[in-house]
């Protein structure tokens, strides 16, 4: 296991439950856990699939009985899993944390979706608390524009004073936020990167500046980016030193790793061509013409 750390951000490269072990308890205030899904997803090479549905759901409360025990007293959790594994989990964790919300991320698809059945278009997300009366939930602060179908603002009538509604609303349980595609600026090289748009909003309303946020499976380590753009102290941690590298980079903890530069890859569109024929010199020394150049 190895820390690399700056400025209370903390890049962890181990086994989550190894790490989770060694953490003082009740420290953290706020927890992400976006964990492998069992569904034989390829982490750069790491084929997730456990041999029994039982084997992986007795990780999964592993590394959940930890986190809880890692969380303040005020603390928040939250938890993503695979639609078919998240009854049970939600059953499990009852016990320990009041649920406040069961989420819905939901993302319209451009692929190819399903023809032979409803294809699915959205992961669930538990929204829990330790304790249901001293948690932090800052509704000001992630208000959305509140869609009332109508052309003009509406007026309540029932004031003394006739005012207009609120035209923004805490947002309900079902969130649309579009998934992260290869095109947009924050895209990493990981095959199931959330985007900084979700974890903005949890980590707005569940914690304070100065707050300590973790993420127990950081992957591109979006958590701990959104948590240092936001003012919060952060520990990610993976198992997959590519992703390591990835957190290294984002969050600026160093700019090389065992002698490589650590650099954002180049996309494919990003790749430098000239930009119209027209623009190219008329004569190359090498080449000949630039006409022949550009062709060969
Ligand atoms: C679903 S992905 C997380 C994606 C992340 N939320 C993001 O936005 O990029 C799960 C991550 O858990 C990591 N992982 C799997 N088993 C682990 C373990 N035992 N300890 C630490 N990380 C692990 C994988 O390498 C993978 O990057």
Known sequence: MQVFEKNGHQVVYGDTLEY????????????????PYNIGKNFNGRKE?????????????????????????????????ATQNMPYIDIFIRPYVTILSRIIWYYDSSGVQARKYFGSLYEPILHCVKNPRKYTFNAESILIEAPTGATRKLIDYRKAVPTMYSSTKVPGNVWQIPRVRYR??????????????????IIIASSNPGDLVLDPFSGTFTTSFVAQQNGRHSIGIDVE????????RRLDICKEYRGETLQRPCKSYEQQQPESIENLPLFNHDKGTSLHGYNS
């Open 49 to 81: 699939k456990w041999a029994s549905d039982q084997d992986y759901l007795s990780w999964c409360y592993q590394w959940i009985e930890l986190c809880i025990k890692k969380l303040k007293p005020t603390g928040t959790i939250y938890l993503m899993a």
């Open 241 to 248: 030193e590519e992703y390591i590298k990835i957190g290294l």
């Open 20 to 35: 989770l072990r060694s953490m003082p308890d009740e420290c953290v205030d706020l927890i992400f856990c976006d964990p």
């Open 184 to 201: 947009m600026p924050e895209y990493e090289n990981h095959p199931t990167q959330k985007p900084i748009e979700l974890l903005k909003r």
